[in-house]
């Protein structure tokens, strides 16, 4: 009883807490999971029914996967071969380029689409090196060729962040016993590096898919946000100067959400999966 | 074996040095940029110039944005602070098992995008008895939540570091309250990974965007609101207000790794 009575205070000081955390988290949320199935006054599906029979936000689904995908893909490969080769090297190379691409992760959305005008907009000055090498005809920044150029760019150094400490799971004696028993370095990867790294490599792809299908800073002051991805159509629909329809923009969230909830659900199923196969 | 490690070192460390140009690569074209006379149309710029920086920390909108974007990060910080160490304390002291509840709960900042948030948000917040879009205060909310997940994370190691319960018996042993024990024995053993997750928590805080745009937009203009409704006016200006802010951003980096390097 006297326990009891003592734990009280305690449990006040989570009040505010939960108060500003329901306030700025919880409570925004459920105004958009309950009003994507709201229509005029009344419960209905027809905000969900009007976006997957629409070819303009169909396609903005595809174009935020299809950019999600390629960006995270590319970007984990550059960090996977980043991550062990850093580990190779030097500490004294390691920490400078560990704590430059910590830094460089801060390196987001606006000014980084900035910056990447510079460099690869229509007058860039890696695009006219690279013209005038004979290496590309032409490079459009402002198209899903460029966003995905652009997109690796800040998958890498998160891509990095997570995957570095994994290859703790990968001991090196192990490599030098494959080595004994006759394994080349393919074989090494194939049958024990790549297995022990997947749970690892599976989770960060989830993440860097999440990182690029909610990203929208980037997207919309690269292009002004005439680039038809899912963020830009959400922010469109509340904020925009035409067409304001918040339902209809809850509703596109909630897809959003959706797609990595699913995205989550397959990883899962993955790891448990690999687990299987482990033992 | 010799003649074999050479190659592959060699390969390592050709890897881990192309990682680091590309990284450095759109930085560098930006810090060239701010500092040139001019640069259209050619590889390299036709001279050098500190006009652009001089320019823009004369500009007052330029000041009275960096000002805004200050305070805002200042208050957020502040606001998690008062939030999240005593939700910390009574957790890890009083309810251990709540532990694993907030592990989830901290998890949807992270899931949920701002810009999904924002929908919500402008609409709960945009009328009535608490609205909030446009003002500074929907930000600081907003802010603690995009920092809570990292700030709960980085303490939550640092507690179970320093054996919270022995602490706190030691302290009570000596004759201290909950209160006293807590604030004069606990919290300074918590201050280098407080101040560290602090400073990350600001870099990151500092270049947020799509809240700052959707919610206040100019009505209280932060930095990066700022940096994007300039975009017609010279490319060299808003170089210099990149590298300025890039510039503030390492300085909060670079002060958290070196107290995280000096962990006892």
Redesign the interface.
């Known amino acids: 009883m006297r326990a009891a009575l003592r734990?009280w205070p305690?449990?006040l000081?989570?009040v505010?807490?939960a108060v500003?955390?329901f306030?700025?988290?919880?409570?925004?949320?459920?105004?958009?999971a309950i009003?994507s199935l709201i229509v005029g006054d009344s419960w209905s599906l027809a905000n969900f029914a009007k976006i997957f029979s629409s070819k303009f936000y169909l396609q903005s689904i595809k174009h935020s996967l299809q950019i999600a995908f390629w960006s995270s893909l590319f970007g984990i490969v550059?960090a996977i071969?980043?991550s062990?080769?850093?580990r190779?090297?030097d500490s004294k190379?390691?920490d400078f380029?560990m704590?430059?691409?910590?830094?460089?992760s801060?390196?987001?959305?606006?000014?980084?689409a900035?910056?990447?005008?510079?460099?690869l907009g229509f007058?860039?000055?890696?695009t006219?090196?690279l013209k005038?090498a004979g290496l590309i005809e032409d490079f459009n920044l402002y198209s899903k060729t460029g966003l995905i150029v652009l997109y690796t760019?800040f998958q890498?150094?998160l891509g990095?962040l997570l995957l570095y400490p994994a290859f703790d799971a990968l001991r090196q004696d192990w490599r030098e016993s494959a080595q004994l028993l006759g394994a080349n370095t393919w074989d090494f990867w194939r049958h024990i590096g790549l297995p022990v790294l997947t749970p690892a490599l599976l989770g960060t792809f989830v993440i860097l898919l999440?990182n690029a299908?909610?990203?929208?800073?980037t997207v919309?002051?690269l292009t002004?946000g005439n680039f038809n991805v899912m963020?830009i159509r959400?922010?469109g629909?509340?904020?925009g100067d035409i067409s304001l329809d918040?339902n209809l923009?809850?509703a596109l969230?909630m897809v959003?959400?959706g797609l990595?909830a699913l995205i989550?659900v397959v990883h899962q199923w993955l790891l448990r999966r690999s687990h299987r196969h482990a033992r | 074996m010799r003649a074999d490690a050479k190659p592959?070192?060699l390969?390592?460390?050709v890897?881990?040095w192309l990682?680091?140009l590309?990284?450095?690569?759109?930085?560098a074209?930006?810090l060239l940029?701010s500092l040139s006379t001019s640069?259209?149309?050619?590889?390299?710029p036709d001279g050098l110039t500190i006009k652009w920086y001089l320019a823009l920390w004369s500009d007052s909108r330029f000041l009275a944005a960096f000002g805004q974007s200050l305070l805002v990060c200042f208050g957020a910080l502040l606001?998690a602070v008062?939030?999240?160490l005593?939700?910390l304390?009574?957790?890890h002291?009083?309810?251990p098992r709540l532990d694993g509840l907030m592990n989830i709960?901290i998890l949807?900042?992270?899931?949920?995008?701002?810009?999904?948030?924002?929908?919500?948000?402008?609409?709960?917040y945009g009328s009535g008895p608490l609205a909030m879009v446009g003002t500074p205060w929907i930000l600081i909310?907003?802010y603690?939540?995009v920092a809570?997940p990292f700030m709960y994370r980085a303490i939550t190691n640092n507690l179970q570091a320093i054996n919270l319960r022995d602490l706190m018996d030691a302290a009570h042993l000596l004759g201290a309250s909950t209160w006293k024990a807590a604030f004069l024995v606990v919290l300074p053993n918590l201050r280098n990974g407080l101040m560290v997750s602090l400073f990350l928590s600001f870099?990151?805080l500092f270049?947020?965007?799509?809240f700052a745009?959707?919610l206040v937009g100019t009505r209280y203009e932060t930095l990066?609101v700022y940096?994007?409704n300039m975009?017609n006016s010279s490319?060299h200006f808003?170089?210099a207000l990149?590298i300025s802010?890039?510039f503030f951003?390492?300085v909060f980096?670079?002060a958290a790794?070196r107290l995280n390097k000096d962990k006892p």
């Open positions: 734990k305690a449990l000081c989570l505010p807490f500003f955390f306030a700025f988290q919880i409570a925004p949320l459920l105004w958009v009003n550059i071969l980043g062990y080769s850093l190779q090297v190379l390691r380029v704590a430059f691409s910590n830094m460089t801060n390196f987001a959305g606006v000014p980084l900035f910056a990447f005008i510079i460099l007058n860039g000055a890696l006219l090196m005038q760019y890498i150094p990095v999440a299908l909610g990203a929208y800073a919309y002051y002004t963020p959400i922010a629909l509340v904020a918040p923009a809850s969230a959003l959400v990595m989550t | 592959a070192a390969y390592h460390r890897v881990v990682l680091f590309i990284l450095l690569l759109p930085l074209a930006t940029y640069w259209s149309a050619t590889i390299l606001l008062l939030l999240i005593p939700l304390f009574v957790v002291y009083h309810f709960l949807l900042p992270f899931a949920v995008p701002p810009v999904v948030s924002s929908v919500g948000l402008l609409q709960v909310g907003c603690f939540t809570l870099s990151f270049g947020e965007f799509v745009n959707l990066q940096l994007n975009r490319g808003n170089s990149v802010y890039f951003v390492l980096t670079w790794t």
